[in-house]
């Protein structure tokens, strides 16, 4: 079965800093991934996904991910880190469904990303 | 244009009770998902429809919880006999056709709190 793991419940980072999130899956073909962001009150949003070709993926509000099969991660990345980026992060890895035609998406337990001024 | 809604935003209910929870995709999304998350978690799949009809219930944890979505636009998730270990987040998405590459919008979610 697919996993995800997310091995940092909480990060802290300062204003301006660079920010690296990690995610690990477990999944036999390859992947379909994704990073979501979730602030308190809002639904989840879809920041990028990765689905075939280029490993490094460019999403929103200034993310990117880059896709590493040999080390079977997919870590999102920003190089400066604004104080409205505090929020719950989510990596996940999609499933096709046995129905056909959709996917699934397994999600990790969550990243909560902690911005200090 | 409008995105996913969810009604109520905060339930509370006492074991035992029947409750309903209501979504309201973006209009013209053929396919809907249902999600559980429990707290310090991520969201669990529960269900999807395409239309009005149940493509996968697979997520389902057992015959208490069922879905509907009778005219292939809102959808309500029903939960009955409700337990404390129903308390969560439920949330709702929906997509444009439900094809694996399309991206999937997910409304603010109902929290529901069982005493």
């Known amino acids: 079965a697919q996993s995800v793991t997310q091995p940092d419940i909480h990060i802290t980072v300062s204003e301006g800093a660079s920010l690296e999130l990690r995610c690990n899956y477990s999944?036999?073909?390859?992947?379909?991934l994704f990073w979501y962001v979730q602030s308190p009150g809002q639904g989840l949003q879809l920041l990028l996904k990765y689905f075939s070709g280029d490993t490094l993926v460019q999403g929103i509000k200034g993310f990117e991910a880059e896709f590493k099969r040999s080390q079977s991660s997919f870590n999102l990345r920003k190089p400066s880190v604004h104080w409205s980026d505090a929020a719950e992060y989510f990596c996940?890895?999609?499933?096709?469904?046995?129905?056909?035609?959709?996917?699934?998406?397994?999600f990790g337990r969550g990243t909560s990303l902690i911005v200090h001024p | 244009g409008a995105g996913v809604s969810q009604t109520p935003s905060n339930k509370v209910t006492e074991k035992g009770k029947y409750v309903e929870l209501r979504c309201d995709p973006i209009s013209g999304h053929t396919a809907l998902y249902w999600y559980r998350q429990s707290l310090g978690q991520g969201p669990e799949f529960l269900i999807y429809?395409?239309?009005?009809?149940?493509?996968?219930d697979s997520g389902l944890p057992n015959d208490r919880f069922f879905a509907v979505r009778p005219e292939g636009s809102v959808s309500t998730l029903k939960i009955q006999r409700t337990e404390r270990g129903d308390s969560a987040v439920y949330l709702c998405?929906?997509?444009?056709?439900?094809?694996?590459?399309?991206?999937?919008?997910f409304g603010p979610g109902t929290r529901l709190l069982v005493l």
């Open positions: 998405a929906s997509s444009p056709s439900g094809l694996a590459m399309e991206t999937q919008y």
């Open positions: 996940a890895v999609g499933e096709s469904l046995a129905s056909g035609g959709s996917y699934i998406p397994t």
């Open positions: 999944y036999g073909a390859t992947p379909y």
């Open positions: 429809f395409q239309g009005t009809g149940a493509a996968d």
